[in-house]
């Protein structure tokens, strides 16, 4: 099918570029707009290293047909920070030691955003449920699983 | 990296109607896409490649999930996530409440629709296993019109439906659950994130001590979702007591028909039928009493 | 211990948090270069086939395609991706090279037999369908015990019963008479496991982006975790002198030891090479399950006799490595489980022999734990065993045995510290072991724990070159640039060596900068394996930073008056010890010395080669508690405590993660991480996070890391290597657990519920 120039709102800044409907959002993202944050694993939705928010939600961007996704708002890892000011989740994972090889982390961060956004005073068991669809290999999850419940109460206390 | 999907034409009508008009036109050479979730990872394994991809997500007002005193329904476009938090659900629909819940990522969920999950028709569907124990009828549309037609019947096969060309499932439909009903959902698998190596759905509803109705639902092991239906006639007909529990679950146990697969063995699918029922029917009698 | 310090034992961050917090961090798959081509390559499906006709011509006419390549594109030079045919060993190269750049005979399903560069993805895609190959498949084998079979076909010619090579263990653990010791002991214990295949399953794939510049210098970039040996087997397989090969290191999305192996690299190059142009070569998932190394499998038979006071006093170990279509690393894996199992324990009899044997299956090689993780799987259910037979405490019995400093340890060396007691004492009585362990069991669930030990190494002398650089230079304003090359896996090793670095000069590590990741700017450094970087690479950067440093204390003594041993550096200032108050700051002296118009003129620095001659063994005790559902099998890991003897932190945060990590690869080793090869066809089954199951937030246990602390003679600042110490006793911890709970024992990973279950109803059936 010809390609059609399509427009996409990532991280506020509008991008209009031709598309082809069979592209995903994370090869679009990655390869068309070189915001490269977004990761590729698996491929097979099982890892959620390419997990972006569309309006707020998490999915993910390796399963997603970019034509769907247009004009809609998302958020990628580069869009997390408001300039050098970091958000709390990203600074938790940073001072909690939670980031080792680093692959998984934009997935895990932004993941971890929704929950926040929905529930700003999780358990540990509802960390660990939020955070069931993005793998790891690297820290076992526990100072991610950490790092999630300090910026919660970091970004109760006002910190967000 | 991951593969490119091979190119397609790609149609997003807004109306039930544009959709089955497109579907129709292009039969086996079209797919079509709400979450995506399934299709995509096949189209990338070169498990499908459809000429035509039809989407349903610009077709307004189909992910209402719905509550009167009929009963439950919900849309093409629920979310699996939409279905789980739902309090309606959650309180009066319980097994489908666990089915969703035990699903385990996250980002499935909030892209994949029920329906859809319907009709990738794998036998070891949660939600079909649910559905099919809450007595659940689909609505069709198609070129011929509309029909309903209970889930139990939608199944062919492994990744086969009765979905003529054209035809969409527009929406899921659940009775209202009769009083002193009971269900419960459980399944095994080998990490949380997993496909069901087995998955038992069990609905009662029980009256002075006897069980009224009983579905007892087998995934995972059959080419379709079942009914273990010797079981639930030996549990309508019965009194309840642990040693009939027991062989409730023995004779769903010889409903089964397993295969071994990198998930699991025959032998240990069909033990753990027995084992489930046994435990599903037993949460359910209680859900049921309470 | 660590009070003593400024910087060593601070839970300090990651200088590349940041970045990989904001997606900033670049990866190998991030890169781009100006006219980049994208690269694929064609695997065989046949597990085992001649190649009769390979024809490309649909592909090289397809719009886009601006290289097709094959084995004879390639300097047909054989190569071994264990590097073995380099001085890697003191006494040289024993490993056949077996392999080339593409494959010239199919010989697993996955072999490399063609690759193509184009404009794209979509259109280097597309080009793989058009190439047509003609194969002629032949009889397989794809098990060791098949292949071995007489009249079994050959994986390779000169391989006889496809038998690569027969190892036996290094003299030092050829002791005594093992028949005659056997013969003494009251219990003898002799068992066969099975220790499967895993998967590295780093979330980055294999990659590599390389490009040729107009002298035909290759800059290569690459995850592969030893740069400099990486970069010396390029320049044999293209026949390019190493200084016209860079070798650049980017972030790198997980390791594990996998990527001691190069894998699509050498394709990657020649796909450069052909095309003229830069070229990216990214594995998906699937191809990173079933054409690059996964863990080596081994089979083992261990015996061991114990004397009835529970003195080990005989011990074999026969192994049957199973090798893939190539040896890649197994031949290394296979010798050196005899290292780790009969070298751990106190023991006068000791003999054993490895069998490594080709098949034509996938490539084994190293993962981290190197074996230690496999053979542990076996001894130390072999020591639970032994223990019931002699009524002893399981417990008891690693204690009767266990080695002491000064002992030789599983390297032949003298045991430079050993803490091994702690680590099973303290790992004890934080689980509960006497309140738990033993106990009867009733009811459906039933819980149970179980430990296991183990020595590992802190690298690999003396088998292995051990040799890393380290060149520090002080800025004017008196932050350092530390230049090293250890690479960069994701283990936090650029904060250990700034942390080693800014203790030695008297500053702070966030005055560090790693200046790292290009073979052409650093000194060499063998790279990241063997639990090293923070033994060897550390006391090279200890040195370096300690040369520097007296740099720093003769010029503050002559502004000072005083004589250099008066002084010492803390906070960034030297100071007179006696009179603390006269002091210059390290920025001043820094600047002064560049900026310096006395004819003192320098940049103050520090530079150091460094060769280990000691392997100071790390030491750790593993302990279990699960909970088991003797209706389905089921095996839940409640509690795990990792009890390491690792020598000084150097930061516990950084040492905690690892054992974290680790925990969460034994769980999936021991217990659902099932590689699946289909016997008809050879083709890897579980070849995606679908179908091979790793386990998520959901599987993970209570965890606890202990860290006794104690420090080591050798390490810098008292350090000894943790990276896999992390990992090697899990799995047979929770074996002994299981034993506890319901007593059963599984020998072949990974323990499934359909194991258990099914080794429950045969108990209960002989009962009956």
């Excluded at chain 1, 955003?113 to 449920?129: A, C, F, H, Q, S």
């Excluded at chain 2, 997993?194 to 059959?222: F, P, Q």
């Excluded at chain 2, 030996?234 to 769903?252: F, G, I, N």
């Excluded at chain 3, 290094?170 to 099975?194: H, I, M, R, T």
Aim: proline letters at 5%; charged letters at 25%.
């Amino acid at each position: 099918m010809a390609e059609q120039t399509v427009k996409f709102i990532v991280n506020g800044r509008s991008y209009e570029i031709p598309i082809e409907p069979q592209m995903t959002l994370v090869e679009v993202l990655r390869d068309k707009l070189d915001i490269t944050g977004t990761k590729i694993s698996c491929g097979a939705g099982e890892c959620g290293a390419c997990t972006v928010l569309i309006e707020g939600k998490p999915v993910l961007s390796c399963l997603t047909l970019a034509i769907t996704a247009r004009e809609k708002n998302i958020l990628t890892i580069e869009g997390l920070a408001k300039g050098n000011d970091l958000h709390p989740i990203q600074k938790a994972f940073i001072d909690n030691g939670s980031i080792q090889c680093g692959f998984c982390t934009p997935g895990m961060i932004l993941t971890a955003k929704t929950l926040l956004d929905e529930n700003p005073n999780p358990t540990r068991g509802e960390v660990k449920k939020a955070l069931a669809g993005n793998l790891c290999r690297c820290t076992g999850y526990v100072k991610i699983i950490d790092a999630v419940l300090v910026a919660a109460e970091e970004m109760r206390k006002g910190g967000s | 990296m991951t593969r490119p999907l091979k190119p397609f034409d790609y149609f997003e009508p807004t109306t039930i109607k544009e959709a089955v008009q497109i579907l129709g036109r292009y039969g086996t050479k079209a797919k079509l896409l709400a979450g995506g979730v399934d299709l995509v990872a096949r189209m990338r394994r070169r498990q499908i490649q459809p000429q035509y991809v039809v989407s349903i997500l610009r077709i307004p007002g189909l992910d209402y999930i719905h509550s009167d005193e009929a009963g439950l329904s919900f849309g093409a476009l629920a979310t699996i996530r939409s279905i789980e938090l739902s309090p309606i659900v959650k309180n009066d629909y319980t097994v489908l409440n666990e089915a969703a819940s035990q699903i385990a990522s996250v980002q499935v969920k909030t892209m994949g629709t029920a329906v859809g999950n319907l009709c990738v028709a794998t036998p070891a569907s949660d939600i079909a296993t649910a559905l099919y124990a809450l007595g659940a009828k689909l609505r069709i549309a198609g070129p011929a019109g509309e029909r309903t037609i209970p889930v139990e019947d939608f199944f062919v096969g492994v990744n086969q439906t009765v979905l003529e060309p054209g035809e969409i499932v527009t929406e899921v439909m659940l009775p209202s659950p009769a009083p002193q009903t009971g269900g419960a959902f459980f399944k095994l698998v080998r990490t949380a994130a997993d496909i069901a190596k087995v998955n038992v759905a069990v609905s009662l509803t029980v009256t002075d001590n006897t069980c009224r109705e009983a579905r007892i639902v087998l995934g995972s092991v059959a080419p379709t979702v079942i009914r273990a239906t010797q079981a639930e006639e030996a549990l309508r007909s019965s009194t309840l007591e642990p040693k009939v529990v027991e062989e409730v679950a023995q004779l769903a146990a010889g409903k089964a028909k397993p295969i071994t697969d990198l998930r699991s063995t025959i032998e240990y699918r069909r033990e753990m039928v027995r084992v489930l029922v046994r435990r599903a029917v037993k949460k359910a009698l209680t859900r049921a009493k309470a | 211990m660590t009070e003593e310090f400024s910087v060593v034992g601070k839970r300090i961050t990651q200088v590349d948090a940041v970045a990989k917090a904001t997606g900033a961090a670049r990866y190998t798959v991030d890169l781009k270069l100006p006219g980049m081509l994208i690269g694929r390559v064609l695997h065989s499906p046949y597990p085992h086939a001649t190649i009769k006709k390979i024809d490309r011509s649909k592909a090289e006419k397809l719009p886009g395609v601006e290289a097709v390549i094959t084995v004879d594109d390639t300097p047909k030079i054989l190569w071994t991706r264990s590097f073995r045919d380099l001085p890697m060993t003191p006494s040289g190269s024993i490993q056949h090279a077996d392999e080339y750049i593409l494959a010239d005979k199919a010989r697993y399903v996955g072999d490399p037999i063609a690759a193509v560069a184009a404009v794209d993805e979509k259109t280097a895609d597309e080009a793989l369908d058009l190439i047509e190959v003609e194969y002629e498949e032949l009889p397989f084998v794809l098990d060791p015990w098949k292949a071995m079979k007489p009249g079994a076909s050959l994986v390779h010619d000169y391989a006889e019963n496809n038998i690569a090579v027969h190892l036996t263990p290094p003299p030092f653990l050829v002791k005594g008479d093992v028949e005659k010791g056997f013969a003494e002991s009251d219990v003898v214990v002799e068992e066969n496991f099975f220790a499967s295949k895993q998967v590295g399953a780093h979330l980055e794939t294999a990659a590599c982006v390389a490009s040729i510049d107009a002298n035909g210098k290759i800059t290569c970039y690459s995850p592969c975790q030893l740069a400099h040996p990486f970069r010396r087997e390029l320049g044999k397989m293209f026949n390019k002198p190493v200084g016209k090969i860079n070798v650049i290191s980017p972030f790198v999305g997980g390791s594990f030891g996998i990527r001691l192996s190069c894998h699509n690299e050498p394709i990657c190059i020649a796909l450069a090479m052909k095309a003229a142009k830069p070229v990216k070569l990214v594995y998906t998932k699937e191809e990173d399950f079933t054409c690059i190394d996964t863990r080596t499998p081994h089979y083992f038979t261990v015996k061991m006799g114990f004397k009835k006071d529970g003195t080990l006093n005989a011990f074999t170990v026969h192994t049957t490595t199973w090798a893939g279509g190539y040896l890649s690393r197994a031949q290394l894996a296979g010798g050196i489980t005899l290292l780790w199992a009969l070298g751990h324990y106190r023991c006068p009899n000791t003999n054993g022999a490895c069998d490594v044997v080709y098949t034509n299956t996938t490539l084994s090689g190293a993962m981290r734990g190197f074996g230690n993780p496999a053979v542990s799987w076996a001894t130390e259910q072999v020591m639970d065993i032994a223990a019931e037979k002699l009524g002893m405490d399981p417990l008891e019995l690693r204690l009767k045995n266990i080695k002491y400093a000064g002992e030789p340890s599983n390297m032949g060396l003298p045991t430079e510290s050993s803490f091994e007691e702690e680590c099973i004492r303290v790992g004890a009585e934080r689980i509960g072991w006497e309140e738990k362990r033993g106990k009867k069991r009733e009811g459906t669930v039933r819980r149970g724990v179980g430990m296991a030990a183990m020595m590992h190494c802190s690298g690999a002398h003396p088998l292995l070159l051990e040799h890393s650089g380290a060149i520090i230079k002080l800025n004017e304003d008196g932050s350092a640039s530390l230049i090293v090359n250890p690479g960069s896996p994701g283990t936090h090793i650029w904060g250990t060596l700034s942390q080693i670095a800014a203790e030695e000069l008297g500053i702070s590590a966030e005055d560090i900068n790693i200046v790292t990741g290009s073979t052409d700017a650093t000194m060499f450094d063998l790279g990241s394996h063997a639990s090293r970087s923070t033994y060897v690479t550390g006391n090279a950067v200890l040195m370096a930073a300690r040369e520097a440093k007296g740099q720093l204390l003769e010029r503050a003594a002559k502004k000072l008056g005083v004589s250099p041993d008066e002084l010492d550096i803390k906070n960034r200032l030297v100071f007179v010890k006696r009179d603390p108050k006269k002091s210059i700051s390290v920025a001043e002296l820094a600047f002064d010395a560049i900026y310096n118009f006395k004819g003192e003129c320098q940049t103050i620095s520090g530079k150091c080669s460094f060769e280990s001659r000691w392997n100071s063994p790390p030491t750790a005790a593993y302990f279990a508690e699960v909970e088991v559902d003797t209706e389905t099998g089921e095996v839940k890991v409640i509690k795990f405590i990792s009890s390491q003897d690792c020598g000084t932190a150097i930061n516990p945060m950084t040492v905690e993660g690892q054992c974290e990590g680790g925990i969460q690869q034994g769980i999936g080793y021991g217990l659902t991480e099932d590689y699946v090869i289909n016997k008809d066809t050879g083709v890897v089954e579980s070849d995606n996070f679908t179908t091979y199951k790793m386990p998520g937030t959901l599987d993970m246990p209570e965890t606890e890391i202990i860290i006794i602390n104690k420090p080591d003679p050798k390490g810098p600042f008292g350090a000894k290597g943790v990276a896999e110490p992390g990992l090697v006793g899990i799995a047979p911890a929770i074996a002994n657990a299981i034993y506890d709970a319901v007593g059963v024992r599984i020998n072949d990973l990974p323990v499934t519920p359909e194991k258990v279950l099914a080794a429950l109803k045969a108990k209960s059936a002989w009962k009956d």
